[in-house]
């Protein structure tokens, strides 16, 4: 099982984003999944999970700002990014249950 994280980059804040992540040898369709970050000196924490019966959390810290879905048929789970803000500033990991993870992408947000 391979996941493939991209998307990441430098953004003005107030603008938007939006992370991918592909799965290879791996059904997202039926697992849960979700995207994590880690900042500088943090440790890693969860941003949002979505479950195999499609319900999604996220951290209070990026909710109403925040999404992430699937498309089954690409094998693909997203995240969009509204409204970052520097805060948001951090290398993204994508998940899938049980313990998958893709290898980063890095966000910057500037304001």
């Known amino acids: 099982v391979q996941l493939q994280a991209s998307g990441g980059g430098v953004g003005q804040a107030g603008g938007s984003l939006r992370l991918s992540c592909t799965a290879s040898?791996?059904?997202?369709?039926?697992?849960?999944v979700g995207w994590y970050r880690q900042a500088p000196g943090n440790r890693r924490g969860l941003v949002a999970t979505l479950t195999e019966d499609n319900e999604s959390g996220y951290a209070d810290s990026v909710k109403g700002r925040f999404t992430i879905s699937r498309d089954n048929a690409k094998n693909t789970v997203y995240l969009q990014m509204n409204s970052p803000k520097p805060e948001d500033t951090a290398v993204y990991y994508c998940?899938?249950?049980?313990?998958?993870w893709g290898q980063g992408t890095q966000v910057t947000v500037s304001s």
């Open positions: 040898g791996s059904d997202f369709s039926s697992n849960a």
């Open positions: 998940w899938r249950f049980f313990n998958y």
